[in-house]
Structures are given as structure tokens and as C-alpha cells.
């Protein structure tokens, strides 16, 4: 690896050297892991798991996110993920939907009643990242988001049962949509999910202009978000591609989570 600086200097400095792009074709050797690779992304799995597991012991009135976050952040530490990818966390009164896409700052305090959407994707014990998120309620969740999230989980389960080898990440965009938009949902606008690997994000993408087909042993997190009516229901699990399309990996209920305090 090298800085774009210095690769520039090289492209300018030697006029003799044919260089090559070969961008496309070592995302494909990333893409698909090896034995050793997927047994460190199970590792990695199973630090999320037990990160999420703890957020209820972390939420009540009266906390900030920020402080949720930095807990998370030390926990991350303490159990060997080494480089903190992205821990998001934001709350909302019920019914306005938890915008920790919006929150980065994390500076809103908890109060009775709200949901509260976390989302960690660090490394793992090995390096490999991965990626979950769940939204907690302190309180009864609306019945409504509770709807939401189960056209989230099964839009995740329609993509996933779909991601056999050869199709295409574009391919995998249109089953997304054709399942969200029989509610009245939006189509996808950016991604559904990503490959994951040494890199927090890597190829394939779930979207509309992914070319890039579908192997067996790639290690993606699928993560529809779905909006409607002002709330926001998102479910992100990391599954592997077999044969007969990807399995679950995450071992966390799928489920709105409500926590007693």
C-alpha cells in the first residue's frame, strides 16, 4: 500500500512504466474469504454479539449518547476489536424515529419512552470487521415500528435467500425493492448492504449499478433501513454466501428490544 502522493509521483516521474488499474480485480481476491478468514469473521461476529448484548445495561433517562457511545468504545477495547470503525448511537421520542444517521455528534440526553437505534461495526479479534444494529425502547415500542422493523428484517431475508453465486449486487438491489415498495417504501437510494473484510466497507455493494457477481465465502452485512410515516426501522446482521445463499452469521434476536430500568 501506498499514498496517493506517492503514486502520483511515481505516474509523473516514470514515463518509461506502463501502469496497470487493477482496482477491480483485487476487490475480487478480497471479496471472497478464506477458511482462515471466515473463522476470524466468526470471531469478529461474536464480539458484535456480545457488544449489543449490553447496550440495556447502558440506557436510561437521563444519559447522553455520547456517554453510550464512549462505554461502547471502551467495551470495543476490552474484548480485542482494535479499531473502532464506526459506533453510532441515536435516540428520538417514539414515533419521530432514532436518526443515529443524522446524529453523529451524539449529544442528546434519554428520557422515558424513547427509542434509541445503535449501530457498532468495528474489527474484530483478527482484524476483520462486521457490522449489527438493534433499536432499544425505554418503553413500550409502538406497534407501528414494531411493523416497521419486520419489513426490515424480512426485506434483509428476501436479499439474503437471493445472494447465490453468480448473481449480481445490482440483482440483489431490484429483489430489495420489489419487496419494500408493496408497503408504499421508498426504493433503495444508496445501499442495502456491503462486503466486509480487512475494511469496514469493501465490494460487493448491494445497489443499483454493482456489477461485481456474487461468490461463495463472501462475508457481507446486510442492512435494510426503512423509513415510513417518520419512523425508521433498520436490521444489520452479517451473513456468509453459500451455495444455496447467505446465511445468517449473527446469533442477536431480530427483534425490537425493550428495556426495563
Do not use: W
Request: with cysteine; net charge negative; glycine share 8%.
Amino acid at each position: 500500500m501506498m499514498s496517493l502522493d506517492f503514486g502520483e509521483y511515481l505516474y509523473n516521474n516514470l514515463p518509461d512504466v506502463e501502469f496497470v488499474d487493477f482496482s477491480r480485480s483485487f476487490n475480487e481476491i478480497k471479496a471472497v474469504k478464506s477458511e482462515e478468514e471466515l473463522e476470524l469473521a466468526r470471531k469478529c461476529v461474536r464480539a458484535h454479539e456480545h457488544l449489543i448484548d449490553t447496550v440495556p445495561s447502558l440506557l436510561r433517562p437521563g444519559r447522553f449518547e455520547y456517554e453510550i457511545l464512549a462505554d461502547l468504545e471502551h467495551r470495543s477495547r476490552y474484548i480485542g476489536c482494535d479499531n473502532i470503525g464506526n459506533i453510532a448511537v441515536g435516540s428520538a421520542s417514539l414515533g419521530k424515529g432514532p436518526a443515529f444517521y443524522k446524529n453523529f455528534r451524539a449529544n442528546r440526553c434519554l428520557e422515558a419512552g424513547d427509542a434509541v437505534a445503535v449501530m457498532i461495526e468495528v474489527s474484530g479479534p483478527g482484524g476483520i470487521y462486521g457490522e449489527v444494529s438493534r433499536t432499544f425502547c425505554l418503553g413500550e415500542p409502538k406497534q407501528s415500528l414494531l411493523d416497521l422493523f419486520e419489513i426490515a428484517k424480512n426485506a434483509q431475508y428476501a436479499v439474503a435467500n437471493a445472494m447465490k453465486p453468480g448473481v449480481k449486487g445490482k440483482d440483489l438491489d431490484r429483489v430489495y425493492n420489489d419487496y419494500v415498495t408493496q408497503f408504499g417504501i421508498e426504493k433503495n437510494a444508496r445501499f442495502v448492504g456491503h462486503g466486509q473484510g480487512y475494511d469496514m466497507m469493501e465490494a460487493p455493494t448491494i445497489g443499483p449499478r454493482e456489477e461485481m457477481e456474487i461468490k461463495e465465502n463472501m462475508f457481507f452485512a446486510i442492512h435494510p433501513r426503512i423509513v415510513k410515516n417518520g419512523e425508521v426501522a433498520m436490521c444489520c446482521d452479517n451473513f456468509v454466501v453459500t451455495k444455496e445463499g447467505a446465511l445468517r452469521m449473527t446469533r442477536t434476536k431480530q427483534k425490537i428490544i425493550q428495556v426495563e430500568y
